[in-house]
């Protein structure tokens, strides 16, 4: 079972830049969907960004798009989100998730949904401040 650890978080002033990372203490993921999500205090996770095993289709939250890339490093075994002129409505605890079922496509639609990953990282705290 691949266990994924977030790394990268931190407090940052809004406007800056910041890049997460997820790694797999146990395991390989390089061909698993793997994808971002959020959750802010007070309210339900939500979908950020997700990645196809093969790395050739994105997909992005309405709230980050333009402004957040997710990529993978299957050499590294690593997942990335570069998150670019950061709001404080980014402020967030983020998780790294990951299907565990390889090689697997999807419709668009599932790649947004926390049905579809079903092993998660323990999360790290991003903070923006004005």
């Known amino acids: 079972q691949v266990q994924l650890v977030e790394s990268g978080g931190g407090l940052v002033q809004a406007g800056t830049s910041l890049r997460l990372s997820c790694s797999a203490s146990?395991?390989?993921?390089?061909?698993?969907?793997m994808g971002w999500f959020r959750r802010a205090p007070g309210k339900n996770r939500e979908f950020v960004a997700a990645?196809?095993?093969?790395?050739?289709?994105?997909h992005y939250g309405t709230s980050v798009k333009g402004r957040f890339t997710i990529s993978r490093d299957s050499a590294e075994n690593t997942l990335y989100l570069q998150m670019n002129n950061l709001k404080q409505d980014d402020t967030a605890v983020y998780y790294c998730?990951?299907?565990?079922?390889?090689?697997?496509?999807?419709?668009?639609?599932?790649?947004?949904?926390?049905?579809?990953?079903?092993?998660w990282g323990q999360g790290t705290q991003v903070t923006v401040s004005s």
């Open positions: 146990k395991g390989n993921f390089n061909e698993n969907v």
């Open positions: 998730a990951a299907d565990s079922h390889p090689r697997r496509t999807y419709t668009e639609a599932r790649y947004f949904s926390t049905g579809l990953y079903d092993v």
């Open positions: 990645i196809s095993w093969g790395g050739s289709f994105t």
